[in-house]
């Protein structure tokens, strides 16, 4: 029954996520992959979760090369798009800088 | 459920409230910063419930999060804006190998799994690792680390096809025994064929195809943590992996559409290298008419309208300032200066006009290919910077053209075209560009920032 559950969220995410990136302009393609890909580092919290103190060896091994990836993809990702994203500017505001 | 859990699993509902806002923020540039903040917001959130939680093991965690912390500071600071390509394939990767990770560990601490469970740690352990391998190799080609050119096998497809097959025929074998040590043995052959089929899937697409890539390897990442949210039975990755899944779908398409050419084309026709020869020698032909940099400088000085049409070369040169430069002095004479850009010009989506924003170019000025065309004819003078096959203008009236029936931005319809270019050598489709031999093309060869240097040189000359 969980799995029905489960299927059901993702269904309905999938629409809503094409509901929502269909309106993104192609201005902002490259910052929209850049945070998109930053939010896909969400395994993270999968990584946390799985670093415990009764895993052994191995287990913690993997767990924890998991959260160093999924750190760099989320801290990354989020400091690189917004990185880009102050760069857009209105005309008017174009000399601020 | 304990009020703990419970808890933890409500925050989660915040944290994907903020990405959908996050995102939806993001379908305008005034608005984008905070909606990516918003996002990183609920990212912060649904990690800091997550340590709040029992039993975690804290050393490691903080080892392995000041280590992936430092290193996506340090990277997102340092890269440059021509090489946001490479760096956005990086981080795809680390987020594919994450989900690869997270399933083995998952499925090493509790090897009893149902089918169903074995089926989605398969998927995301196969997903993740090709996310993780394909996004290395364009991420290879993308820096110019391996060869831009699509690398082409004999029985490359029947290859890549049997590979599939053997990773389908071992996550059979896994799901129905994964507790046993055939179990354990298939799964450890699924993660190295998943490896190898990142890198056999990717290395047949040349440089040009490389946005279709990129997109389609975000929306990979996506669905393999997709998948991993399946395997820890965890709404909050189900829900973003599925966001970012979707994102990627779109953009993919996005792209294929404004190549005319279909995802399977992409993927499997190994473009350039077979056109190339198909078409070498022939074409068209005709005089070219070079201009000088004072040449273009009258042309541009008399010019009310102006409109600048960027591709991979701007971002090869590192010119955008210089355009920037350019485009303030001729909007200082009066002129009307835009800059339309193609949708696949560059290495990935938007790739243009994060490098003309960086150069401070106002959004406002960034015109799409449908918006640009249909006033194409009023425009005095196109300058095109570094584009080759988006303006080739084959692809709307030569048939036997690889690039037929792809949208172009039409400059060879403006009054009179300014080709910046190195050399006469065809891009990256090898095939020749009639707009060069336009009655009212002008070829303005040289490297593209000394080129334009030159021409800024000329306007504060005169004043």
């Known amino acids: 029954m969980e799995a029905v559950f489960l299927t059901f969220v993702f269904v309905l995410a999938i629409f809503l996520g094409f509901e929502l990136i269909s309106k993104v302009p192609s201005t902002l393609h490259t910052p929209l992959m850049s945070g998109s890909n930053a939010i896909s580092g969400i395994t993270l919290i999968g990584a946390l979760a799985s670093v415990k103190t009764d895993s052994l060896g191995f287990a913690a091994f993997l767990g924890t090369l998991a959260v160093v990836f999924a750190t760099i993809n989320v801290v990354g990702g989020y400091a690189v798009t917004n990185r880009m994203l102050e760069m857009f500017k209105k005309k008017d505001q174009g000399e601020n800088k | ?463």
């Open chain 2, 1 to 463: 459920m304990n009020l703990g859990v419970l808890g933890i699993n409500f925050a989660y509902v915040g944290s994907a409230a903020l990405f959908i806002f996050g995102l939806k923020m993001l379908s305008s540039p005034a608005t984008a910063r905070k909606g990516n903040l918003l996002s990183a917001l609920g990212m912060l959130l649904a990690i800091v419930v997550t340590l709040l939680s029992h039993g975690l093991d804290y050393r490691w965690i903080i080892i392995g999060m000041c280590i992936g912390g430092g290193i996506g500071l340090f990277a997102a600071y340092k890269v440059e804006m021509t090489s946001m390509p490479e760096m956005v394939a990086l981080f795809n990767g680390f987020g594919g190998i994450s989900s690869l990770l997270l399933a083995w560990g998952e499925f090493h601490q509790h090897p009893e799994m149902s089918v169903f469970l074995a089926a989605v740690a398969f998927l995301s352990a196969f997903i993740g690792g090709m996310t993780f391998t394909g996004s290395m190799v364009a991420f290879g080609k993308l820096s110019g680390k391996i060869s831009q050119q699509a690398v082409i096998f004999k029985g490359q497809h029947l290859i890549n096809g049997a590979i599939l097959v053997a990773a389908l025929a071992a996550a059979l074998i896994f799901s129905l025994t994964p507790a046993s040590w055939v179990g354990y043995l298939f799964f450890v052959v699924i993660v190295l064929v998943a490896l190898g089929f990142g890198v056999t899937s990717t290395i047949p697409i040349g440089g040009a195809d490389m946005p279709v890539v990129i997109s389609l390897l975000n929306s990979y990442s996506g669905l393999a943590a997709c998948a991993a949210g399946f395997v820890i039975s965890n709404n909050i990755l189900i829900v973003a992996g599925a966001l970012v899944g979707a994102s990627g779908i779109i953009l993919t398409k996005i792209m294929c559409k404004a190549m005319n050419r279909s995802l399977a084309n992409v993927l499997f026709s190994g473009f350039g290298t077979t056109t190339a020869a198909a078409t070498g020698g022939d074409g068209p032909q005709g005089e070219i008419r070079p201009a000088t940099a004072e040449d273009v400088y009258y042309i541009l000085e008399a010019a009310d309208s102006v409109a600048f049409v960027p591709g991979y070369g701007l971002a090869v040169a590192q010119a955008q300032h210089v355009v920037r430069e350019l485009g303030d002095l001729l909007e200082a004479n009066d002129t009307e200066v835009s800059y339309a850009i193609h949708p696949v010009a560059g290495r990935m989506p938007g790739h243009m006009n994060v490098l003309l924003a960086e150069a401070n170019v106002p959004y406002d000025q960034l015109v799409e290919m449908d918006d640009i065309n249909p006033r194409m004819d009023t425009i005095d003078v196109c300058v095109v910077i570094g584009a080759n096959d988006v303006v080739n203008p084959a692809a709307l009236d030569d048939e036997n053209s690889p690039i037929y029936g792809m949208p172009i931005i039409e400059t060879h319809r403006a009054r009179t075209v300014i080709v910046l270019k190195r050399s006469m050598n065809p891009g990256f489709a090898g095939i020749q560009n009639a707009l060069f031999f336009g009655e009212n093309s002008r070829m303005y060869f040289g490297d593209a920032k000394a080129s334009i240097q030159a021409l800024v040189a000329e306007f504060k000359g005169s004043d």
